[in-house]
């Protein structure tokens, strides 16, 4: 067996050498909208108007870009942004002229918070029911989920540890030694968790109270990140001298939280 060399321009085409469409925004924004059209079948199905699903989507993807953005620069990196903080939310850069850059540094945890806290605005403004809207967004967003890493694939970036061995994936941009492919690791996962939650939302949810896949979302999604960062390289210099890494970290609240969830919303037969 011998490993995979990797070697893949992130750049699909530059335009006058200033503005850059890479296949991370491709695949983040096809991800996106992907995760959408499947949230918004069920939305339909449940007599949700057009203009609340839409209105509930412009929320979603404002949310995800500015809670990833914010939680990359805020748990990675907060020295620098904090001096910097127009370059938390500007896609481009002014030094030595106009360069658009889009947002170089996105943090999951960051872009699951935003939608959270977007989810609960909508809900307030429309009376719509919390939990059935999580369910539903839980089922689209594990799918986007999927092409978010391959973007990172794309990337060579988020690389894994040294495989140790003749197999694993040499990012060429960054080294020549084999490493884990972890990327693709939690692209496999995160598939993994959308056809379960597809399945137990179109054919099992009678059985369990409104949230409970929510729950279910969040228990899988972050203990498989929370595993995989076992393999991974630390993204920052500081996580070195942690015992576990800051997606770790970050991660344990989210699965105590999905775990809670799921107890309170197992029982059927219980009053809400």
Known sequence: MQPLVWDADPEIVNLFG??????YSLLF???????YQIARRFFLKEGYTPEHIDKLALYIFIATILGARLGHCLFYEPGYYL???????????LQNGFHFTGYRGLASHGGIFGVFLAIMIFCWQTKHK???????VAVGGSFTAVFIRLGNFMNSEIIGKPTGGDYGVIFKKVDDIARHPTQLYESLAYLLIFFLLLYLYKYQRERFREGF??????????????LIEFFKENQVSFEDSLTYNMGQLLSIPFIISGIAVMIWKWNKGKKE
């Open 130 to 136: 919390f939990f059935s809207v999580l369910d539903k």
């Open 18 to 23: 200033r503005i850059s469409l890479r296949y």
């Open 83 to 93: 001096n910097h903080p127009f370059e938390m939310l500007l896609p481009f850069s």
């Open 29 to 35: 924004a096809g991800g996106l909208i992907l995760g």
């Open 213 to 226: 896949i929510f729950g279910l979302f969040f228990t899988l999604l972050f203990i498989s990140r929370f």
